[in-house]
């Protein structure tokens, strides 16, 4: 038993020796070789070649924006019947005033319209009579109102309008122009309350006090109507629209 022991721990002893040398040997330089031999294809690994550069060009933006026209232009109609702000036309200003005329029509960018056969056109022709715009009958534009003329006036005041042709109407010339008009807002007041009033209650001047004219109707209620003649010419004046409400407004 003593000398099994003995071997073995020489055995032991042997083992480690050589560990040792092995060792010893790698880190002196055997493993070098092989980490040098080894560098180059790690390198080749690492190494990701030339490289290339790749330019994005932006493409150009795409307008979207719609025109503000085509709001009023119907999808799809018949182009004889689009509005005037749809269409352009090559207009004659040489033709015979009031006499039907006929016009070479295109549709703006945009537009879409058809024919009587419901086939899709560009190009048609327009029938509509030979007069500008401002030579339309009233039923035929939009004109601005004023409040600061007076309606009941002798001679009737005027005041200058800036008129819109309607959109289905075609005519020569500009679609928007000036234009003297006869004074013709209203304030809400109406011709039969005042003359009510004038006849029942004249006599203290309600019906002034109604107009807005409040000096002529304290002279009537301080004079009892004057003496009842003040009241009997007011009925006359009221009943045949001679006199008006204060802020010069027509009746209702």
């Known amino acids: 038993m003593a000398a099994s022991a003995v071997m073995l721990q020489a055995l032991c002893r042997f083992c480690r020796v050589l560990l040792f040398l092995f ?64 269409v352009e036309c090559k207009t004659n200003f040489s033709c015979v005033y009031g006499k039907p005329v006929t016009f070479d029509c295109t549709v703006k960018p945009s537009v879409t319209c058809v024919d009587q056969d419901f086939k899709s056109q560009k190009n048609f022709i327009i029938n509509m009579t030979c007069r500008f715009c401002w030579q339309l009958p009233e039923t035929d534009y939009e004109c601005s109102n004023s409040t600061s003329c007076m309606t009941v006036s002798c001679p009737r005041q005027r005041y200058t309008a800036n008129c819109t042709v309607r959109d289905h109407i075609h005519c020569l010339g500009n679609r928007t122009f000036p234009k003297m008009l006869y004074c013709n807002w209203t304030g809400g007041y109406k011709w039969s309350t005042a ?47 001679y006199v008006g409400p204060a802020d010069g407004s027509l009746y209702i």
């Open 23 to 86: 060792q010893f040997y790698i880190l002196s330089g055997g493993g070098s070789l092989n980490l040098e031999q080894s560098q180059p294809l790690a390198q080749s690994i690492k190494d990701p070649g030339p490289t290339r550069t790749f330019t994005v060009v932006p493409r150009a933006a795409e307008s979207t924006d719609i025109p503000p026209y085509v709001m009023k232009c119907p999808s799809n109609g018949l182009c004889s019947r689009l509005p005037a702000d749809c």
């Open 195 to 241: 003359l009510a009033l004038s006849v029942t209650l004249g006599g203290f001047g309600a019906d002034r006090f109604y107009l807005g004219q409040w000096r002529e109707g304290l002279g009537k209620l301080f004079s009892f109507g004057g003496l009842g003649i003040w009241t009997l010419i007011d009925v006359l004046l009221i009943g045949v629209g």
